[in-house]
């Protein structure tokens, strides 16, 4: 069984508390917070699921998680794991099916952005790599204010295989891309089954990633003839 750790942040402890309370162990509670309405809250939901409340310093709580931008609240739980790839073939069978994926993003705010897009867009399920790739850490709990609890995220073993198989399901498959034959994504038929594919922070979509492609987008951007997701 994986080590417990210590996940922050007011939004992604809320989450974890409502996706998976069985997973949490111990909450850490600022001394001073607790008559704050949203801890108050979320002391409430961790005391239902029997959890156990601890006050803590604030500097005891920034030791604990790592990080200052705890908003008062770190909670020991066990991390959140990867949706086997197999959820796939039941996630593709819907007519509406909608996937992200991500080709090798490895900076956990740029997934946690990512992740919190996501779920602002109604996506169904994100896809990504097991190598060359974030790991579901605290900070990328804390970044996507909870949205990593919300949705599944895929690991799997060989992207290009990947690809290949939601095609053949009938997944219509976008990449973005800042390339002249790219067009701008509101010019993009983006119903029925999709899947949009972000790149790597510096150099997007590797090639056999962007040989499964149907189609290439690019989102324009205030003051650019071009832009595209893999900026955030």
């Known amino acids: 069984m994986?080590?417990?750790?210590?996940?922050?942040?007011?939004?992604?402890?809320?989450?974890?508390?409502?996706?998976?309370?069985?997973?949490?162990?111990?909450?850490?509670?600022?001394?001073g917070r607790e008559s704050d309405s949203?801890?108050?809250?979320?002391?409430?939901?961790?005391?239902?699921?029997?959890?156990?409340?601890?006050?803590?310093?604030?500097?005891?709580?920034?030791?604990?998680?790592?990080?200052?931008?705890?908003?008062g609240l770190v909670l020991h739980a066990r991390p959140l794991s990867f949706a086997n790839?197999?959820?796939?073939?039941?996630?593709?069978?819907?007519?509406?099916?909608?996937?992200?994926?991500?080709?090798?993003?490895?900076?956990?705010?740029?997934?946690?952005?990512?992740?919190?897009?996501?779920?602002?867009?109604?996506v169904n399920a994100v896809i990504c790599p097991k190598h060359h790739a974030a790991s579901l850490t605290p900070?990328?709990?804390?970044?996507?204010?909870?949205?990593?609890?919300m949705m599944p995220i895929i690991s799997v073993t060989?992207?290009?295989?990947?690809?290949?198989?939601?095609?053949?399901?009938?997944?219509?498959?976008?990449?973005?891309?800042l390339s002249d034959d790219a067009k701008p994504i509101h010019a993009a038929d983006l119903t029925g089954k999709t899947a949009l594919i972000m790149g790597s922070e510096g150099e997007g979509m590797r090639r056999l990633t962007t040989e499964s492609c149907d189609e290439l987008v690019y989102i324009p951007m205030s003051g650019n003839e071009h832009g595209n997701l893999q900026s955030l």
Request: charge should be negative; glycine fraction near 6%; include cysteine.
């Open 85 to 122: 790839e197999g959820l796939l073939d039941e996630l593709v069978a819907r007519d509406d099916c909608l996937l992200l994926v991500l080709d090798q993003i490895t900076d956990a705010h740029n997934f946690g952005a990512c992740l919190r897009t996501a779920v602002a867009m109604g």
């Open 139 to 149: 900070t990328v709990a804390k970044v996507s204010v909870g949205a990593a609890e």
């Open 38 to 71: 949203h801890v108050q809250a979320i002391i409430t939901e961790a005391k239902d699921n029997g959890i156990s409340i601890q006050p803590t310093q604030k500097d005891k709580l920034t030791q604990l998680c790592g990080s200052p931008q705890h908003q």
């Open 2 to 31: 994986a080590k417990p750790i210590y996940f922050y942040g007011i939004h992604a402890i809320e989450a974890l508390l409502t996706y998976r309370p069985l997973d949490a162990l111990s909450l850490f509670v600022q001394q």
């Open 158 to 177: 060989n992207l290009a295989r990947t690809l290949a198989q939601i095609k053949q399901a009938g997944v219509f498959v976008f990449g973005t891309a």
